[in-house]
């Protein structure tokens, strides 16, 4: 499956913290392509509301993170993005998981799909 099957497979799911967030959803790209979860690995998931919650009540938690988890995981950063590759945009101050499908990064959060040009990227990792 490529990112563009998996972003339009993704697209059809309702959001529902825990399962179709913007981490579980980078995050089960990530084992479809290395065959781990990049975040159990870590040794922290998000499993429900209250888990994302607690998450996102630390300072700077999108990026702190997933930073820690890239690192956890041996993921090196780029600055050339692909297609498949993770990365987090800055959309209205709000840090978002996000992931590249070659013209567009692409996310979600409970307000609806967020898709955004490379401008808006602050970091991104060679996940393929």
Same mark, same amino acid.
């Given at each position: 499956?490529?990112?563009?099957?998996?972003?339009?497979?993704?697209?059809?799911?309702?959001?529902?913290?825990?399962?179709?967030?913007?981490?579980?959803? %980078?995050?089960?790209?990530?084992?479809?392509?290395?065959?781990?979860?990049?975040?159990?690995?870590?040794?922290?998931?998000?499993?429900?509301?209250?888990?994302?919650?607690?998450?996102?009540?630390?300072?700077?938690?999108?990026?702190? =993170?997933?930073? %820690?988890?890239?690192? @956890?995981?041996?993921?090196?950063?780029?600055?050339?993005?692909?297609?498949?590759?993770? =990365?987090?945009?800055?959309?209205?101050?709000? %840090?978002?998981? %996000?992931?590249?499908?070659?013209? @567009?990064?692409?996310?979600?959060?409970?307000?609806?799909?967020?898709?955004?040009?490379?401008?808006?990227?602050?970091?991104?990792?060679?996940? =393929?």
């Amino acid at each position: 499956m490529n990112i563009a099957e998996y972003i339009s497979d993704e697209m059809k799911k309702p959001f529902e913290p825990g399962k179709t967030d913007c981490a579980n959803t %980078a995050d089960r790209w990530f084992m479809m392509r290395r065959g781990i979860s990049a975040m159990e690995h870590f040794g922290r998931q998000v499993h429900n509301a209250d888990d994302m919650e607690q998450w996102l009540s630390e300072p700077r938690a999108i990026i702190k =993170g997933v930073k %820690a988890v890239a690192v @956890a995981n041996n993921v090196p950063v780029t600055r050339d993005p692909k297609p498949g590759d993770i =990365g987090i945009v800055i959309v209205d101050n709000r %840090a978002c998981i %996000a992931l590249y499908n070659g013209d @567009a990064w692409w996310s979600r959060d409970e307000d609806g799909f967020i898709v955004t040009d490379d401008t808006y990227r602050f970091i991104a990792w060679s996940v =393929g």
